[in-house]
């Protein structure tokens, strides 16, 4: 029989189908919708030192293959988040997650720092596709200086709970932003992130995100994620997670084979909640046919 049982980082997973930030809230609000304990795991929505109320509606906008969406990272920040949601999903027999960003270096710093006197995390994902507006905003993802710093700083705090860095799909190249990511300590690496979007009406000619430009979500991207995922798994040793327009088990399946040791779903949450579960199911069948015998022996075997 095969087996999807994996680890992250030291972590159990019952599933390597892990439920994608930004699309599956705190968590606890999809408790009545979705099986929590069933998942291979959750990253709840970003985290910020102080709440952040988002940008200006319309936020979505359905694409022919995918979304945009400019959220405007909306959240409660940490404070409440500990208050609020974390005794909860303490409780859960599942790995969740943390998502964390900032403006600044002190901000990653000071939300991982709070988040380290809690318990019921089983990690942290940096989210670096933000602007350092200490440095005139030059994006963390995008300046292999600024990602070092970030890096560095948060694992010095973060003496817990391994950190994955969630890495930006809008640079020249991945690889060196990859190798600067685990070379200041990242334990493992998460990606992609949205690709940088506009969608226009014709008849206002403005953009129908109210932000302007947004981030491109969903199938229409898998094909670059993909061949992202792989530079990134051959460039490092540490595990990569995959994500980027999955929505079935064979689109699990092809992330693997790419490199990657898990994934997150995202976008498919948006019209199934229960999708990481059901791709999770797609992926046993998928082994079954394959004659696989453990999901991680999927990983990185790309014949190229």
């Known amino acids: 029989m095969s087996s999807l049982a994996t680890s992250l980082c030291g972590i159990a997973l019952k599933n390597p189908v892990l439920a994608a930030s930004g699309t599956f809230a705190y968590g606890v609000e999809f408790a009545k919708q979705v099986d929590l304990n069933a998942l291979g795991g959750f990253v709840v929505k970003g985290l910020s030192r102080e709440p952040i109320e988002g940008n200006e509606p319309p936020r979505i906008f359905e694409t022919e293959a995918g979304m945009i969406n400019?959220?405007?990272?909306?959240?409660?920040?940490v404070r409440e988040f500990v208050r609020e949601k974390l005794p909860a999903l303490a409780k859960l027999k599942t790995a969740v997650f943390a998502n964390v960003f900032g403006y600044t270096t002190e901000d990653y710093v000071e939300v991982t720092r709070v988040?380290?006197?809690h318990e019921g995390l089983a990690g942290y994902e940096l989210n670096v596709s933000c602007p350092n507006t200490a440095h005139g905003g030059i994006y963390f993802s995008n300046d292999p200086a600024l990602l070092a710093e970030v890096v560095g700083a948060v694992k010095r705090v973060a003496r817990k709970r391994p950190v994955m860095v969630k890495l930006s799909p809008n640079v020249a190249a991945i690889e060196p932003l990859a190798r600067v990511a685990e070379e200041?300590?990242?334990d493992a690496l998460s990606l992609v992130n949205t690709f940088v979007a506009l969608a226009?009406?014709?008849h206002t000619r403005r953009p129908r995100i109210g932000a302007g430009f947004g981030g491109l979500s969903g199938p229409a991207i898998k094909p670059i994620a993909l061949r992202l995922v792989c530079q990134a798994?051959?460039?490092?040793?540490?595990?990569?997670?995959g994500l980027g327009g999955i929505a079935t088990g064979t689109d699990t399946a092809e992330?693997?084979?790419a490199g990657a040791?898990?994934?997150?779903?995202?976008?498919?949450?948006f019209w199934d909640p229960q999708s990481p579960l059901r791709i999770a199911r797609e992926l046993g069948k998928f082994l079954k046919r394959e004659g696989v015998a453990r999901v991680g022996d999927l990983v990185g075997t790309l014949k190229l």
């Open 115 to 117: 988040l380290e006197d």
């Open 70 to 77: 400019s959220i405007g990272l909306q959240n409660i920040g």
């Open 233 to 241: 798994a051959r460039a490092v040793k540490i595990p990569v997670v």
């Open 261 to 269: 040791s898990a994934v997150q779903v995202g976008t498919a949450t």
């Open 200 to 202: 226009i009406d014709p």
């Open 184 to 186: 200041s300590g990242a």
């Open 255 to 257: 992330f693997m084979i």
